[in-house]
Nanobody
Framework: VQLQASGGGLVQAGGSLRLSCRAS????????VGWFRQAPGKEREFVAA????????YYADSVKGRFSISRDNAKNTVYLLMNSLRPEDAAVYYC?????????????????WGQGTLVTVSS
């Protein structure tokens, strides 16, 4: 499966962005998806994950209550709605997919990765 992340940009602190991860090449409904982010000089970190059906989701503590992951399998797309953005949320955001049905919070849990989309948050 090929993944294309989009929706990043510049936003003021307190603002919102919605990222999209569009898949092609396989039936996306059979893939678990995660969002990760990587700030300059830091390791890639887990943000949110969603299982096949979209019912089960999981969030990093740092974004819980502010970010929401969802999916539209008919559109082969997973979304990450980011509200109340903070300067520390600035990073390149990556979506990743795995063909087994689960919640995976580690980078090694995913076999497929998109190219990343940059989120910049001004204070």
């Amino acid at each position: 499966v090929q993944l294309q992340a989009s929706g990043g940009g510049l936003v003021q602190a307190g603002g919102s962005l919605r990222l999209s991860c569009r898949a092609s090449g396989r039936t996306f409904s059979s893939y678990s998806v995660g969002w990760f982010r990587q700030a300059p000089g830091k390791e890639r970190e887990f943000v949110a994950a969603i299982k096949w059906s979209g019912i089960s989701t999981y969030y990093a503590d740092s974004v819980k209550g502010r970010f929401s992951i969802s999916r539209d399998n008919a559109k082969n797309t997973v979304y990450l709605l980011m509200n109340s953005l903070r300067p520390e949320d600035a990073a390149v955001y990556y979506c990743a997919a795995q063909s087994t049905n689960g919640i995976y919070t580690q980078v090694r849990g995913y076999s497929y990765w998109g190219q990343g989309t940059l989120v910049t948050v001004s204070s």
